[in-house]
């Protein structure tokens, strides 16, 4: 189907080449901003897309589950600052019917003046309590506190004697404090807080199902999201340079600026489709494969087997990674053991195989018998091998 694939030189000649000249550095700049500004707008759509599925822990926050998680009974459970404020003024839309429907909950007794006097009666006295503890940490330091009895009892002592004084005032401050925070009505006592604990009873069991579906399929969903914006214009642009690339290789006259932006474009959109392509396979595969391996070994009792496992792993990466270079360098230096500089070898009368001097009016090298000369294609006169043009025709025989 794709036969004219293999006819092609290469993705670099594509994104780089006019007609088989490389382009000029003015070009090459002004691809790259062009580059740079499609990659910065594909990413900004793709994200605005895929935000109309939204990440589990945005969709479920955590301070919605901690709620169906367990029912909250303290003051402080509730002192998110979004608490206090009606939905009109802090509006959740991205959030499940679940979420949404516990704020409303959460709301009836929250908008008490009762509930925002107590919190901030709260808040005060805590601020207090904190500023009891630094104090006594400040003295401790200072004075050891198991000799404060007896030398308060000594003479011309004012100073611990005073010291002695303000720490026990602290502590009858902080005992003050407490009994004034055990004052303070439970949250239960407000009203609309019974139907918040049997909202959450009823629907514990059907959050935590629905959060774990959601968490299951979101990906899936994102993923089909960043497809309705990558591929109308991958599907666009791949017909452009597959169109200017038939015609290329067809020896037709085709638009080569069109065909390299078509394929940097190209190139561009298949990036968040590969990296989203990656990310999904490893939520359905790996992720899910491995969790469920890590739960089995944990109930068998071979947990440490995984320590092998990343052993292994960790080896045959690093193993294939040293082997991968090791062999790009072994070709690279026989690419430099065999590119040599035939010109200067023949022009010096060395034997362009082994090197040595030679007297090239011979037919075959002395050293290590490699022919030293050919015909040339045109004129059939005797010439030396690796010589470019024929010094009888001039013909080029490269």
Same mark, same amino acid.
């Given at each position: 189907?794709?036969?004219?694939?293999?006819?092609?030189?290469?993705?670099?000649?594509?994104?780089?080449?006019?007609? &088989?000249?490389?382009?000029?550095?003015?070009?090459?700049?002004?691809?790259?901003?062009? &580059?740079?500004?499609?990659?910065?707008?594909?990413?900004?759509?793709?994200?605005?897309?895929?935000?109309?599925?939204?990440?589990?822990?945005?969709?479920?926050?955590?301070?919605?589950?901690?709620?169906?998680?367990?029912?909250?009974?303290? =003051?402080?459970?509730?002192?998110?600052?979004?608490?206090?404020?009606?939905?009109?003024?802090?509006?959740?839309?991205?959030?499940?019917? =679940?979420?949404?429907?516990?704020?409303?909950?959460?709301?009836?007794?929250?908008?008490?003046k009762e509930f925002k006097n107590r919190r901030k009666l709260?808040?005060?006295?805590?601020?207090?309590?904190?500023?009891?503890?630094?104090? +006594?940490?400040?003295?401790?330091?200072?004075?050891?506190?198991?000799?404060?009895?007896?030398?308060?009892?000594?003479?011309?002592?004012?100073?611990?004697?005073?010291? #002695?004084?303000? =720490? &026990?005032?602290?502590?009858?401050?902080?005992?003050? +404090?407490?009994?004034?925070?055990?004052?303070?009505?439970?949250?239960?006592?407000?009203?609309?807080?019974?139907?918040?604990?049997?909202?959450?009873?009823?629907?514990?069991?059907?959050?935590?199902?629905?959060?774990?579906?959601?968490?299951?399929?979101?990906?899936?969903?994102?993923?089909?999201?960043?497809?309705? @914006?990558?591929?109308?214009?991958?599907?666009?642009?791949?017909?452009?340079?597959?169109?200017?690339?038939?015609?290329?290789?067809?020896?037709?006259?085709?638009?080569?600026?069109?065909?390299?932006?078509?394929?940097?474009?190209?190139?561009?959109?298949?990036?968040?489709?590969?990296?989203?392509?990656?990310?999904?396979?490893?939520?359905?595969?790996?992720?899910?494969?491995?969790?469920?391996?890590? /739960? @089995?070994?944990?109930?068998?009792?071979?947990?440490?087997?995984?320590?092998?496992?990343?052993? @292994?792993?960790?080896?045959l990466f690093f193993g294939g990674l040293i082997y991968w270079?090791?062999?790009?360098?072994? #070709?690279?230096?026989?690419?430099?053991?065999?590119?040599?500089?035939?010109?200067?070898?023949?022009?010096?009368?060395?034997?362009? /195989?082994? /090197?040595?001097?030679? &007297?090239?009016? #011979?037919?075959?090298?002395?050293?290590?018998?490699?022919?030293?000369?050919?015909?040339?294609?045109?004129?059939?006169?005797?010439?030396?091998?690796?010589?470019?043009?024929?010094?009888?025709?001039?013909?080029?025989?490269?």
């Amino acid at each position: 189907m794709w036969k004219w694939l293999e006819r092609t030189k290469g993705i670099k000649s594509d994104l780089l080449n006019f007609k &088989d000249e490389p382009l000029s550095g003015l070009s090459v700049v002004l691809l790259i901003i062009l &580059d740079i500004f499609i990659f910065s707008n594909v990413i900004i759509g793709v994200q605005g897309e895929t935000a109309k599925v939204p990440k589990v822990s945005y969709y479920y926050p955590s301070e919605c589950s901690k709620h169906f998680n367990k029912v909250q009974t303290h =003051y402080q459970d509730f002192d998110s600052y979004r608490y206090g404020q009606s939905r009109s003024a802090y509006v959740r839309p991205h959030l499940s019917h =679940y979420c949404q429907d516990l704020d409303a909950k959460i709301e009836v007794f929250t908008l008490h003046k009762e509930f925002k006097n107590r919190r901030k009666l709260i808040r005060q006295i805590e601020e207090k309590q904190r500023q009891n503890t630094r104090r +006594l940490n400040e003295l401790s330091s200072q004075y050891n506190t198991r000799l404060f009895e007896r030398i308060a009892q000594m003479q011309n002592n004012n100073e611990l004697r005073n010291a #002695k004084q303000e =720490y &026990d005032g602290i502590v009858l401050d902080d005992k003050a +404090l407490e009994q004034e925070l055990a004052q303070i009505p439970a949250v239960s006592t407000l009203e609309g807080f019974t139907a918040y604990v049997e909202y959450v009873q009823t629907n514990k069991q059907p959050f935590l199902e629905a959060k774990k579906s959601y968490a299951f399929w979101q990906p899936f969903k994102e993923y089909g999201h960043m497809l309705l @914006f990558i591929l109308p214009l991958l599907i666009l642009f791949a017909f452009f340079y597959r169109r200017n690339k038939i015609k290329e290789l067809s020896q037709k006259d085709y638009n080569p600026v069109v065909k390299i932006i078509s394929t940097h474009i190209s190139l561009i959109l298949l990036l968040p489709l590969l990296w989203y392509t990656l990310c999904l396979v490893y939520h359905v595969l790996p992720k899910t494969l491995l969790k469920q391996v890590i /739960e @089995f070994l944990v109930e068998i009792g071979l947990i440490s087997i995984l320590n092998y496992v990343a052993i @292994f792993l960790v080896v045959l990466f690093f193993g294939g990674l040293i082997y991968w270079i090791q062999k790009r360098t072994h #070709k690279q230096k026989q690419a430099v053991k065999y590119s040599k500089n035939y010109k200067k070898l023949v022009s010096w009368s060395q034997c362009f /195989e082994c /090197e040595y001097k030679i &007297d090239y009016t #011979k037919e075959f090298c002395p050293f290590c018998g490699v022919k030293l000369h050919k015909e040339c294609s045109s004129c059939k006169a005797v010439m030396n091998e690796h010589e470019v043009f024929c010094s009888s025709c001039g013909t080029s025989n490269s």
